[in-house]
């Protein structure tokens, strides 16, 4: 993605492990239908590990080289992402008060699912068999369900995103807080992959609190990591496969 080349480092990160997460893991290999979250989406907030998650996430941010720390700060809305952003930040000298903000932006929502939404793949299969065979048909890059949105759709929203941002900060230094779906699309779009690549590393679960990094090396944005969670290895597993 072009427009992408104005940033100096461009850093993301999942939020950290969420009550929404442990629920789909409780019900994995049941015969559930239902995640059974009782908040909306935007509500879900973060476990306790997903708390001390945040906290060595900022430790990290925290000893970053001077010339490899954020100059802004965006994350979804959404209350774990928001939540993983202001409990990193905290820990470290060049937050609010007197430094760094903040933003908020929509753009960087989870995947809406419509009428999917808290439902286990058996429970799409046993409640939608018509749109469990669509998206076996259409393939999950281009699957929408209805009142929600495919993976095609969140690059449509995301590349809006990043061509603002890059006119808004260029030559910065961007840290995103938001999803494992804005992770991944992230990368899509920055390494201009295929569908058939995309769907290829969405096969492997982004980790909470993980960090996908990207910097230029003079002609564009390179990868430097992806997934990474050596800053959470003191806390035993970092990934949450549940999703959400």
């Keep these: 993605m072009a427009g992408m080349n104005a940033l100096q480092w461009l850093i993301l990160t999942r939020h950290g492990e969420s009550t929404g997460n442990l629920a789909y893991q409780a019900v994995h290999g049941t015969d559930a ?8 989406d ?24 001077e010339d490899e720390r954020p100059t802004l700060v965006v994350s979804s809305p959404y209350l774990r992402a928001l939540d993983t952003a202001e409990t990193a930040l905290a820990r470290t000298s060049y937050a609010a008060p007197d430094g760094l903000r903040i933003r908020v932006d929509e753009r960087l929502r989870d995947r809406e699912q419509g009428i999917l939404q808290d439902l286990t793949a058996l429970g799409v ?19 929408r369900p209805p009142g929600g949105e495919s993976w095609a759709d969140l690059a449509l929203r995301l590349r809006s995103f990043y061509r603002d941002l890059q006119a808004d900060a260029p030559g910065g230094r961007a840290l995103v807080v938001a999803h494992d779906a804005i992770v991944v699309m992230t990368r899509y779009l920055v390494e201009e992959l295929t569908e058939r690549e995309v769907m290829e590393i969405e ?12 910097r230029h090396d003079g002609s564009g944005l390179a990868a430097d990591c992806y997934n990474d969670c050596g800053h959470l290895t003191a806390a035993g597993p970092a990934a949450s496969t549940g999703r959400r």
């Design 203 to 214: 096969k492997e679960p982004i980790a909470n609190a993980s960090v996908t990094r990207w």
């Design 125 to 143: 299969k046993n409640r939608f068999p018509a749109e469990a065979d669509r998206l076996h048909r259409l393939g999950k890059f281009y699957y």
């Design 42 to 65: 935007a509500d879900v907030p973060l476990s306790g590990t997903g708390r001390a998650q945040a906290a060595k996430l900022g430790r990290w941010l925290a000893a970053l080289p």
């Design 33 to 40: 239908e239902e995640a059974g979250i009782p908040e909306r």
